[in-house]
T-cell receptor, first 108, second 113 residues
Framework: QKEVEQNSGPLSVPEGAIASLNCTYS??????FFWYRQYSGKSPELIMSIYSNGDKEDGRFTAQLNKASQYVSLLIRDSQPSDSATYLC????????FGSGTKLNVKP | DVKVTQSSRYLVKRTGEKVFLECVQD?????MFWYRQDPGLGLRLIYFSYDVKMKEKGDIPEGYSVSREKKERFSLILESASTNQTSMYLC????????????FGQGTRLTVV
């Protein structure tokens, strides 16, 4: 069974700080990696996707992938209270496999 | 704009009822998925379909079946609803290509009483 592991949190950071979210996966054949944000009672929405080793930046968000270590992370710079949500790591290998999510609280 | 639509946002059913959850996508995606989401357990895959009339069991298929008669529609069926099937159900779709994300419907909060 393919596994995606995340720390469930909650991760608390002050407004303006950098939030760092981490994810490990078990299958070396995994092809694509995604971060989704999910607000309470809502469905997941895509934040970032990353397919090759290294960093990918989009505004305040940076995704990092290290396939050798089977590790993917999401950095959120200048965190805002509106970033408070659960962040889901997803790995695609034909199907999508999701971690259980990390709950992020950004304190004003 | 991409759209995945689930037939109901909230649903209350009685134990033993047969329940149908419908999902429609307008993006011509080959792959469609049904997940359930429970606190602390994340998204767990119930069933996956990669083409019309083609399906594959996910991690927790017991008590569920699916139907995909048309490419755009993927139905989840609870043959005899039980209280432990009370959950949030999420439908998603994606292209076969590996570098494409999953698009989610708005979710159905099912309560079985």
């Amino acid at each position: 069974q393919k596994e995606v592991e995340q720390n469930s949190g909650p991760l608390s950071v002050p407004e303006g700080a950098i939030a760092s979210l981490n994810c490990t996966y078990s299958d070396r054949g995994s092809q694509s990696f995604f971060w989704y944000r999910q607000y309470s009672g809502k469905s997941p929405e895509l934040i970032m996707s990353i397919y090759s080793n290294g960093d990918k930046e989009d505004g305040r968000f940076t995704a990092q992938l290290n396939k050798a270590s089977q590790y993917v992370s999401l950095l959120i710079r200048d965190s805002q209270p509106s970033d408070s949500a659960t962040y889901l790591c997803a790995v695609k290998f034909n199907k999508f496999y999701f971690g259980s999510g990390t709950k992020l609280n950004v304190k004003p | 704009d991409v759209k995945v639509t689930q037939s109901s946002r909230y649903l209350v059913k009685r134990t033993g009822e047969k329940v149908f959850l419908e999902c429609v996508q307008d993006m011509d995606h080959e792959n469609m998925f049904w997940y359930r989401q429970d606190p602390g357990l994340g998204l767990r895959l119930i069933y996956f379909s990669y083409d019309v009339k083609m399906k594959e069991k996910g991690d927790i298929p017991e008590g569920y079946s699916v139907s995909r008669e048309k490419k755009e529609r993927f139905s989840l069926i609870l043959e005899s609803a039980s209280t432990n099937q009370t959950s949030m159900y999420l439908c998603a779709s994606t292209l076969v290509s590996s570098n494409t994300e999953a698009f989610f419907g708005q979710g159905t909060r099912l309560t079985v009483v």
